[in-house]
């Protein structure tokens, strides 16, 4: 069994997908969450994390004078925790250059989107406003370049005729609570990792799209 994987989880939400890494743990995952930590007091996450009783913390943005300042704490914060790996669950906070350098292949995201597609926000809008017949989510190491991490996981979920947005968003999020799960396990068990030339599952470079999963 591989040693335990500590994670750090920060959200800024509802927590669905912290909910499922927290569902997901034990059994043959080795990761344990040792703290989520939320930009905003308000994220229902919080009360997810404290259900399961996982520590949390608040850092609110405007207690700092700038962007930089935040990062430096929240860094601090997660530093205390000595994380494996730290997590963005819906964490809605670009993060400067100097935080993701200090994380370099320790970080990961998940997005609302078949990466490289709609980076940013109001993902699935553009999806639909486009009519395009695929959309889905993805599973990335986090770079400074927004969105622009080397992927990890997709997954591929098909647009349905005349679907509205908020059928398409439950559908995506189903396949999140898969994916990144699935991707986090990876971590931890030593198979995924972040390479010179991108991600790697087992050794071997992963493709551009990272492992894609058609559902
Ligand atoms: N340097 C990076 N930081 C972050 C990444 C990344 O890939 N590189 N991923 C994002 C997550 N994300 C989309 O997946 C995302 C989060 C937030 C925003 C954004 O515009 N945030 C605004 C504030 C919005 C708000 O407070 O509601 C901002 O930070 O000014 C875009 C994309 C996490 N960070
Ligand atoms: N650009 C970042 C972004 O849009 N992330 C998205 O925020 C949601 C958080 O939901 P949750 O709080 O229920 O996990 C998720 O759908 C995630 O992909």
Redesign the pocket.
């Known amino acids: 069994m591989p040693d335990a994987c500590d994670l750090v989880v920060l959200i800024?939400g509802a927590g669905s997908n912290l909910q499922a890494l927290i569902d997901s743990l034990g059994n043959r995952n080795p990761a344990r969450i040792r703290a989520v930590i939320s930009n905003r007091a308000d994220a229902y996450g919080l009360q997810r994390a404290r259900q399961a009783g996982i520590e949390t913390r608040v850092l609110q943005p405007r207690d700092y004078p700038d962007r930089d300042g935040f990062d430096d704490a929240l860094a601090d914060l997660i530093d205390g925790y000595s994380p494996d790996l730290v997590v963005?669950a819906g964490?809605?906070?670009?993060?400067?250059p100097a935080f993701?350098r200090r994380y370099n292949g320790r970080l990961l995201?998940?997005?609302p989107s078949l990466l490289p597609k709609y980076k940013?926000?109001d993902t699935h809008r553009r999806a639909l406003e486009a009519g395009d017949s695929e959309h889905g989510c993805s599973v990335?190491f986090?770079?400074?370049?927004?969105?622009?991490?080397p992927l990890a996981l997709q997954a591929v979920v098909p647009i349905l005729a005349g679907e509205g947005l908020e059928n398409l968003a439950q559908r995506v999020h189903e396949q999140e609570h898969l994916i990144y799960p699935l991707a986090v396990r990876w971590f931890a068990e030593g198979r995924l990792r972040l390479g010179a030339q991108g991600a790697m599952l087992d050794g071997t470079p992963l493709p551009a799209t990272g492992q894609l999963i058609r559902i």
């Open positions: 800024s963005l964490f809605m906070r670009i993060l400067g993701v995201n998940i997005h940013g926000l990335h986090v770079t400074e370049e927004l969105d622009g991490g």
